[in-house]
Structure formats: structure tokens, C-alpha cells
């Protein structure tokens, strides 16, 4: 499977943002899709998961959750991560990934990465 991850770009403190994560390749629906997040000089973090197939599991970080919304369309082969009231500290390159799954401390087995998308969150 082939993952691309587009949408970014500058906005405003308090705006919103959706990235989409389109997905190719054979049985690409069915993978559990994870966003993850990095800012400059520091590690990758996770943001958002999102199971395959009907996608009625999600995970969200702590600092994702009620701000942050994870979805899937299988129709257009996407996960998309809509992004509101965004801060400055959500500036960073978001990725998309499959990942085997998740626990309470975060998304795991990460195999298939897509290039990132660069998100800016400045006045």
C-alpha cells in the first residue's frame, strides 16, 4: 500500500485545517490508519487512528481530543484528519501510516509511511 498525505499549509491561530491521507494499492481500505505529527527538534508523536474496513474504531492523543476528528471515505480510498481551533504548537509535518493497531499508550506497528505535509499555525 502507498500512502500520500497532502492539505497543509499556513493558517491562523484558531482556524481549521482537514488533511487527507489517499491510499493506494490492493486491499488498502482495510488497513488501520494512523496520523502522526513532527515539529521541528522533536521525536514524531502520534495523533489520530483510525481502523480499516468501516472505521468505527479511532484513537486520539490527549492533546488531539475534542479538537481533532479522524475519518475515512473508502470510496476515495482517504482518511482524512480534520484540525480545529489549531495553535501554534500544532505547527509541525503531519504523516500518515498503517499501523497493526492501538493501545492506551498509543498506535503500534507502523509499516507503510506516506511523505509527510507540512502544517504551519502562525499569525
Known amino acids: 500500500v502507498q500512502l500520500q498525505a497532502s492539505g497543509g499549509g499556513l493558517v491562523q491561530p484558531g482556524e481549521s485545517l482537514t488533511l487527507p491521507c489517499r491510499a493506494s494499492?490492493?486491499?488498502?481500505?482495510?488497513?488501520?490508519i494512523g496520523w502522526f505529527r513532527q515539529a521541528p527538534g522533536k521525536e514524531r508523536e502520534s495523533v489520530s487512528c483510525i481502523s480499516g474496513g468501516g472505521g468505527r474504531d479511532t484513537y486520539y492523543a490527549d492533546f488531539a481530543k475534542g479538537r481533532f476528528t479522524i475519518s475515512r471515505d473508502n470510496a476515495k480510498t482517504a482518511v482524512y484528519l480534520q484540525m480545529n481551533s489549531l495553535k501554534p504548537e500544532d505547527t509541525a509535518v503531519y504523516y500518515c501510516?498503517?499501523?497493526?493497531?492501538?493501545?492506551?499508550?498509543?498506535?503500534?506497528?507502523?509499516?507503510?509511511w506516506g511523505k509527510g505535509t507540512q502544517v504551519t499555525v502562525s499569525s
Open positions: 501510516a498503517t499501523v497493526t493497531g492501538w493501545n492506551y499508550g498509543g498506535p503500534y506497528g507502523m509499516n507503510f
Open positions: 494499492g490492493f486491499g488498502s481500505n482495510y488497513y488501520h
